[in-house]
């Protein structure tokens, strides 16, 4: 079965230039303060000195590095007991399927080879 589609001339197709807005734009900034007007050829000026506040005490940045490296050995922890955890069911999972099937030599037997 042909496809209907509507064949198309050269001349239906048609490219829109783009063409930037001369008006101004205007922004309102977070924290209250009075909007940017940004015109044409202008850059606003970006100072991110009016977010600042006083700080009463120093940053502490040894308690910081400490609760970083906390945080990592907690990350790490969950991580290796994630993995463990998900190997130990894999291995509960294939004994189980073994049993299931029937077999009766579905344990795990460890060998160990002695050297005299």
């Known amino acids: 079965m042909k496809s209907q589609r509507p064949i198309a001339a050269e001349e239906e197709h048609r490219v829109v230039p783009f063409r930037p807005r001369s008006s101004p734009v205007r922004r309102v900034a977070e924290g209250g303060s009075p909007p940017i007007q940004l015109h044409r050829r202008e850059q606003p000026t970006l100072d991110l000195s009016r ?9 502490d940045f040894r308690h910081r590095i400490l609760a970083n490296i906390a945080a990592i050995a907690f990350t790490v922890a969950l991580t290796a007991i994630g ?8 291995d509960l999972r294939k004994t189980q399927d073994c049993l299931l099937t029937g077999r009766r030599d579905c344990a795990r037997i460890i060998t160990e080879t002695y050297t005299p």
Do not use: F, G, T, V
């Open 83 to 90: 993995i463990w955890l998900a190997m130990s069911i894999a």
């Open 51 to 59: 977010y600042e506040q006083p700080r009463e005490e120093p940053d």
